[in-house]
C-alpha cells in the first residue's frame, strides 16, 4: 500500500510542476464540454463511481482531487476514496465517489480515467515483475522509456508498484551509453572527460557490451556498471569480475519470463522498460447517478 504521503512527497517542485502542466493540457485538449453544457444547468447535482472492471493494483487516486481543481472552481466537489492508494482490488470494486455538477463530473470523467487506468496498469505490471524477484535481493528498476510528458506520473506508479525509479531525468546519473562512448574514443576517455567538467561530478554509469569494455569501466571506479543485452552467461561472468563497491545492472530485452533466471546471475539492479512503454491500461468505467 502506498499512502498520499508518497505522492506529495514525490511530486514536489519540478515534478509537481510538470504533473500539474500535464493535466492542464489533457483538459485543454477536451475544450468545453458542449453536451453535457447544452443538458445540465450548473446546480444540477451527480454522484460518479469509479469502478475497477477487473482485479487491478490502484495507482493514482490523489489526482482526482487535482484534476477536479482545474474545473471546480466554486470547490463544490466531494470525493471520497473507498480503498488505499497501492491496493490490489478485484472486479466490480468501487474505488472512489464524487459529487458535484453534473457537467462538470462529465467534463473530468475521461481525464481522470486516463490517468488512473494508466497508471494503474504500470503499478499492476510493475508488481508482477517485482514478485518475479521475489527469491533474490535483485532490484527492479524502470528506464526513461516513458511516454513523453509522462515521465513523472509514470515513474510514480512504478514506485507504487513496488519497483524502485533508475533516474528521473538526464541530471540525477551520467550514463555513457554507447553512442556517448563511440563519440568520445573510450570509456575511459569519457569518465575522465565528465569528472574533469563537474564538480562535483555525479555518479556516472557505463553501458557495457562486452567483456572489454566492463574491465575498461572497472579500471575508471565508475559508480554502476550496466550489462546491456549480454546472454546470461556473459553476463554471470562479467559480474563476478566486478568488484563489490560497484552497482551492477542488467538491461536489454528483459521479460516477466526471463526475470528470475537473469536475476540468477547477481546483479544488483534489473531495469525493464516494458513496465512504462509496453503497460496496458487497467480497465476501469466511471457511472453517473442522478441525486
Given at each position: 500500500?502506498?499512502?498520499?504521503?508518497?505522492?506529495?512527497?514525490?511530486?514536489?517542485?519540478?515534478a509537481?510542476?510538470?504533473?500539474?502542466a500535464?493535466?492542464?493540457?489533457?483538459?485543454?485538449?477536451?475544450?468545453?464540454?458542449?453536451?453535457?453544457?447544452?443538458?445540465?444547468?450548473?446546480?444540477?447535482?451527480?454522484?460518479?463511481?469509479?469502478?475497477?472492471?477487473?482485479?487491478?493494483?490502484?495507482?493514482?487516486?490523489?489526482?482526482?482531487?487535482?484534476i477536479?481543481?482545474?474545473?471546480?472552481?466554486?470547490k463544490?466537489?466531494?470525493?471520497?476514496?473507498?480503498?488505499?492508494?497501492?491496493?490490489?482490488?478485484?472486479?466490480?470494486?468501487?474505488?472512489?465517489?464524487?459529487?458535484?455538477p453534473?457537467a462538470?463530473?462529465?467534463?473530468?470523467?475521461?481525464?481522470?480515467?486516463?490517468?488512473?487506468?494508466?497508471?494503474?496498469?504500470?503499478?499492476?505490471?510493475?508488481?508482477?515483475?517485482?514478485?518475479a524477484?521475489?527469491?533474490?535481493?535483485?532490484?527492479?528498476?524502470?528506464?526513461?522509456?516513458t511516454?513523453?510528458?509522462l515521465?513523472?506520473?509514470?515513474?510514480?506508479?512504478?514506485?507504487?508498484?513496488?519497483a524502485?525509479?533508475?533516474?528521473?531525468?538526464?541530471?540525477?546519473?551520467?550514463?555513457?551509453?554507447?553512442?556517448?562512448i563511440?563519440?568520445?574514443?573510450?570509456?575511459?576517455?569519457?569518465?575522465?572527460?565528465?569528472?574533469?567538467?563537474?564538480?562535483?561530478?555525479?555518479?556516472?554509469?557505463?553501458?557495457c557490451?562486452?567483456?572489454?569494455?566492463?574491465?575498461?569501466?572497472?579500471?575508471?571506479?565508475?559508480?554502476?556498471?550496466?550489462?546491456?543485452?549480454?546472454?546470461?552467461?556473459?553476463?554471470k561472468?562479467?559480474?563476478?569480475?566486478?568488484?563489490?563497491?560497484i552497482?551492477?545492472?542488467?538491461?536489454?530485452?528483459?521479460?516477466?519470463?526471463?526475470?528470475?533466471?537473469?536475476?540468477?546471475?547477481?546483479?544488483?539492479?534489473?531495469?525493464?522498460?516494458?513496465?512504462?512503454?509496453?503497460?496496458?491500461?487497467s480497465?476501469?468505467?466511471?457511472?453517473?447517478?442522478?441525486?
Amino acid at each position: 500500500m502506498t499512502d498520499n504521503n508518497t505522492f506529495e512527497t514525490f511530486f514536489q517542485a519540478e515534478a509537481k510542476l510538470f504533473l500539474l502542466a500535464t493535466i492542464r493540457i489533457a483538459l485543454s485538449e477536451d475544450g468545453p464540454d458542449l453536451t453535457s453544457q447544452g443538458l445540465f444547468e450548473p446546480e444540477d447535482l451527480a454522484n460518479a463511481q469509479i469502478i475497477a472492471k477487473e482485479e487491478t493494483i490502484i495507482a493514482g487516486l490523489p489526482l482526482i482531487p487535482l484534476i477536479l481543481e482545474f474545473t471546480d472552481k466554486e470547490k463544490v466537489c466531494k470525493v471520497h476514496l473507498n480503498v488505499d492508494e497501492g491496493d490490489r482490488v478485484s472486479a466490480g470494486t468501487m474505488i472512489a465517489a464524487i459529487q458535484g455538477p453534473a457537467a462538470l463530473l462529465l467534463k473530468a470523467e475521461r481525464v481522470i480515467l486516463n490517468f488512473i487506468s494508466h497508471l494503474s496498469g504500470i503499478a499492476t505490471l510493475t508488481n508482477k515483475y517485482v514478485q518475479a524477484l521475489d527469491h533474490c535481493e535483485t532490484i527492479l528498476l524502470d528506464t526513461r522509456k516513458t511516454i513523453p510528458g509522462l515521465r513523472y506520473p509514470e515513474k510514480y506508479a512504478v514506485m507504487v508498484g513496488g519497483a524502485k525509479n533508475h533516474r528521473l531525468n538526464l541530471v540525477e546519473m551520467l550514463m555513457l551509453k554507447d553512442n556517448h562512448i563511440d563519440r568520445a574514443g573510450s570509456i575511459a576517455l569519457a569518465v575522465e572527460k565528465l569528472r574533469s567538467k563537474y564538480e562535483p561530478c555525479p555518479p556516472i554509469e557505463v553501458e557495457c557490451r562486452t567483456q572489454q569494455e566492463v574491465d575498461e569501466a572497472v579500471s575508471c571506479n565508475v559508480e554502476r556498471i550496466m550489462l546491456d543485452n549480454m546472454k546470461f552467461e556473459e553476463a554471470k561472468v562479467a559480474i563476478e569480475t566486478i568488484p563489490d563497491s560497484i552497482e551492477t545492472e542488467i538491461s536489454g530485452n528483459v521479460t516477466l519470463e526471463t526475470i528470475a533466471h537473469l536475476a540468477e546471475a547477481g546483479p544488483n539492479y534489473i531495469s525493464v522498460g516494458r513496465i512504462t512503454h509496453s503497460t496496458k491500461c487497467s480497465d476501469m468505467s466511471m457511472q453517473i447517478y442522478s441525486i
